[in-house]
């Protein structure tokens, strides 16, 4: 952290910026209670940013930490922020409610977010504007200082003091202008960072309070990209909102001197900026269009990789990269001809806008001789005239930039409101009058859709303490009563009351990316001896004895990188911590074995559990965790609540006997021997931790602008440089020619031509550079996109088990889009600035050869500062990335577990912690934007002297050395121009931060990628006989992790098949990850038929097997392009694979092949889900099979049918099951036992079970 000194200038300067920029009256009395020298230095602390220095030469000798950086102000912070804003949009909503319900609104009128923002912020906007127009005023006294100066020298008989008093008057101008322009883009940079937190927040907050119907047409990735790209699109927005007042004052300020000087002739001026406005207008239109279709097209494009990314391992594991990278390619195609589109239009903006002053400049130069009594354009009258045509360019490149801002921002405005305006979920009634009863439900129907029915004439009331069973068949809509319940589906008809807290286990477990530990607080406090009762209760303590951090692990993006029985009694823990009142079980104990299952049933669950007197309602499809318990069955969405009138009781027990019988166990170690035996990896292993960032692992690739260029093209580039070179060499030269004009009336014709060419040359060169910048662009945006999504597709899955997905969607979403947008524009105004500041630097040392002596010294303190800014900034803009990421990171893992959050009414703790990661956010931009600007403040000092040192050697070379007075008065004119170096500052500035943006897609191209041949489609012919053929097979995750299999060997035959079993953790799916190499192994080797399959085209290998997963992943899409996403089969081929599977009835009522999927598969049950992931192996035709625990998450009459279509249809296939339940290994040939990564047993079943040893004969006696 900093030392004492600096924290006290910290904290001084702070103290001040608050006083400076909030009016609270608290701050008025500390500041009116400082006085003398104190109050001297306050403010000059302030004004002068010396707070900086120590924190950017501590930047500059070595690396910054987070500590380094100074605390946001409390008004800053999120929390405040928040608070604001829900005030604000409260008001604002229902206003526009009350004049909905009195038919006052515009047809499509949605509620404003800019009404709410302003009042939040109404004060500071009104200060930063008076700011901006006091500056504006001050930026147009420099012609008249130029008028002056000229007539001065021009005067033989002017005092000397008189024209010190003008070269003073110049810097006193040019320094105060330099002081309000900061002064204001300080404010403007603030308030655009409050804003972003607060439209980031209330995003969050929305996607958790919206509707079912809301929901449905809302994905998450429809979220994602309102927070990574129109969040971004207002920022800008709102930092540039001030325009729409400084432009116009600009133009009445800019006219008025013109009229001044020109008389009538402003009206030719006038008359072009009137033209101006409807063709601006026209191409803000014809581009609105455009830019918004960009959006869409983008949205779907973001939509999409969220999909791809979290559906990786289904991706790899059936080789559908090629699908998914043709689909994204596809999109970004569409996207970059929208842009391509849009930019085009908005270049014939930037044509009209500059070419506008040199059109004004000769127009108004006719019409001024032809009207004038002398007929003379005297040079004097000609460079005023010109500085202020110059000076018009800047309102006018304000038009121009807000009418690319805001055709990009009125897109995301309207997305916006739209979002904002979509209806919420209710509030659950509490109208129980039986202080007994906690739910209540009376002849209810809950649907996901506004008129859809899901469930029907629900009759359910669950008294405190009471223990319900829910069975039925998949689809049968279980887990929906659990949803309904939990406030997720639509109510629409009869009453639903429920009162008392809530905690859900979903089928499908959720978990935040961050400690087991902090999984199961869930944002409780911790309670040493509750929590260790209930780790043990819910049987983690072996999970937390193997692990060298324990329950301190990282569990990785949705628990990535624990076993699905872990995420499933994680989840339950979670439950139980938070002693709620009513518990909604779906399933919790179908991921974990018999013995596992019956002890957490008994322990937590049952009658004598730690939820005993709990409200439970468990949905299962084991009967025998039912004792004790009152049965519902559901069958198409209708219940009957007394299992004793079903004449189906005794089928019932008979079944769930034979499953007590043949349920597999896991034979548990003694926990102290575990932790014993794990002791030595803790001191001589590094627990693995998931990086924040690639910025962690990589330095920026100094071959950046190489890798960008060869990406555009390099004669698009050299062509854009040249032309763009040329345009101000002319537009230079066109204002020397005018200085160099003489008062003889006779040439004014001919110089009028002349002025015309030099202009005519210098708009054409603008022109043809455009076009070329344009092609650069649009080539860039695909020769980047490519290998970055053939880069991701590549990455070996341990990269997306230990990387948060919001840092590779990042890439995708903001990275590109700085490479598409904002890279671009700031290059482009780096080289217009820097060919202006050469241009300056040329016109002053022409006039005046003495300016050299001043210069150089100028330039060396210039690079000096620079060097200062530059090698502190990147460190600056590296915290700024590494706090950005993790926003999108949790809101897309909070928006998948939106259900889990509202269930436990955990909104404010997971808002809290997304406040917490948008502080730290802010903090990092606030700071970035306060080194730009205590760099700009010292480069504005070393301009405002170039502007004194010009005045006064422009005054010496007239006065002594015969230089026209006219020349020199040029000179001065370039002079106020030197703001173009702070122009040029802040280009640098935003390219260094832009340049990160394609550092980081660079970077993915240096990762260790699979041996994966995207293009390369082979046959699956080259199994011959599919045997299987591993040899002292020993693999780990990573070099620093323990090995996961341990010097493995078996053979399997052609067209056996095998069961694996054993616990938890022991080795199961590592085996099968490796038959697929999703891990290489460590030592050892695998061989299908006979080929090793390193040897073997990746995508060949994976396109030869198939597997059924325990977690069955849908992608949103058709149900063709979720089974047959390469439409190999035809339409019977796959109705018949649906028809095996069962689901052809459903589909047909769905729609048929074409029918839509949602995100995640959401309008289908976990169970129909599995099926349909059967359905896809069964149109693969393949020789291998693989099942892992395919069977865990759905009932026993779902889980036969897959058992009866796998023996039947793949009888001519090896298969390799790893079995759930012992029921499922009859049949098998051979039954593989694992224990601890290594092979414990490898048999016949009945061979084992004459080994009365054997530990398979162990499991089937219990």
Known sequence: SLNARDCEKRRVSKRFEAVFLDFEESRGEERRGETGMEGVRYYVDRYFLLWMFPLLRRGASGKLIEDDIPELEKEQRSEHLKKQWRKEWADTFEEFDSRRRNGRLAPGEKPSIILPIFRIFNTRLIFSLGTRVVEDFVHFAKPLLLSLLIEYLSSSDASMLYGAIIIAGCYVMAQLRSSLYNVFTREQNELATMKHSILSSAIYEKSLRLSPSSRAITSDGDVMNLVMGDVQSMFDAFRLMHNFISAPLQFIFAFGLLWRTLGPATIAALTVTAVMIPLNQWVWDKSKGLIGERGRVKGERIKTCTEMLSGMKVIKLYAWESAFEEKIEKLRREEVDFDRRGN??????????????????????????????????????????????????????????????????????????????????????????????????????????????????????????????????????????????????????????????????????????????ENILFGREFEASRYQKIVKACELEHDFAVPADGDQTIVGENGSLLSSGQKARVSLARAVYQNADLYLLDDPLSAVDVHIGESIYRNVIGSNGMLKDKTRLLVTHNVKYTEGATVMIVKSGKFTKDIEDLSKLAALEKEVKEAESTEATEIPENIAELRKRKQSEREDEQAEEIPESEEDKKEPNENIWMYLIRAAGYSNIILFLLLQTLHYAFQSARSIYVASWSNDDGEMGSRIWSFAMFGGSETLCFVVSCYFLQAACAQCAINIHRPLLRDVLTLPMRFFDTHPIGDVLARFGNDLDTVDQALPMAVRSLLKSALQVISIFFVITYTSTFFIIVLIPLVILYFKILHLFISTSKQFRAMEQNTRAPIYSLIKECCTGRETIRAFAKEDHTTKLLGERLDSFSRAKTIVQLATRWLCHYIDILANLVVLFAALFA??????????????????????????????????????????????????????????????????????????????????????????????????????????????????????????????????????????????????????????????VLFSGTLRSNVDPFGACSNDELWKALEQCQMKETIESLGGLDCQIDESGKNLSVGQRQLLCLARVLVRRVKILILDEATSSIDIRSADLIHTVVRDRFAHATVISIAHRLESIEGYDRVLVMQDGEVVEFDSPANLMKNHDSKYTQMMRK
């Open 344 to 517: 085009i239009i908005l270049r014939a903006s930037d044509l009209i806008n500059i070419s506008a002053p040199f059109i004004m400049a000769l127009l108004c130069f006719s019409i001024y001789l032809f009207t004038d009594a002398h007929g003379v354009l005297t040079p004097q009258v000609a460079l005023f005239s010109l500085t202020i045509f110059n000076q018009i360019q800047f309102p006018v490149e304000l038009c121009r930039s807000l009418i690319y801002v805001c055709s990009f921002c009125a897109g995301s405005h309207d997305r916006l409101r739209t979002f904002f305006a979509l209806e919420e979920s209710d509030e659950i009634a509490d109208n129980i009058s039986d202080d007994d009863v906690i739910v209540d439900i009376d002849n209810a129907s809950f649907g996901w859709k506004e008129g859809d029915v899901t469930l029907q004439d629900v009759d359910l009331s669950l008294k405190k303490g009471s223990f319900t069973a829910v069975m039925g068949s998949v689809g049968a809509g279980k887990s929906s009563l659990l949803s309904a319940i939990a406030g997720s589906m639509h109510l629409q008809s009869g009453s639903f009351n429920r009162r008392g807290s809530v905690a859900l286990v979903s089928q499908q477990t959720w978990l935040m990316n961050t400690t087991v530990r």
């Open 955 to 1112: 005054v010496i070379s007239c006065r002594y050395f015969g230089v026209a007075p006219a020349l020199a008065g040029l000179s001065l004119s370039y002079a106020f121009s030197m703001d173009m170096l702070n122009m040029f500052i802040h280009a640098l500035s935003y390219i260094e931060h832009y340049k990160l943006g394609a550092d980081r897609i660079r970077d993915y191209s240096g990762l260790v990628k699979e041996q994966l041949s995207i293009e390369r489609t082979e046959s699956k012919e080259w199994i011959e006989e599919p045997t299987v053929e591993i040899q002292n097979l020993s693999v780990r995750y990573a070099d620093d992790l323990p090995l996961v299999l341990k010097n493995i060997s078996i053979s399997i035959g052609a067209r056996e098949k095998v069961a694996v079993v054993g616990r938890t953790g022991s080795g199961k799916s590592s085996l099968t990850m490796a038959l697929f190499r999703m891990v290489e192994p460590f030592s050892g080797a695998i061989s299908i038929s006979g080929k090793p399959i390193d040897s073997v085209v990746l995508k060949d290998l994976r396109n030869a097997l198939a597997i059924i997963p325990q977690d069955p």
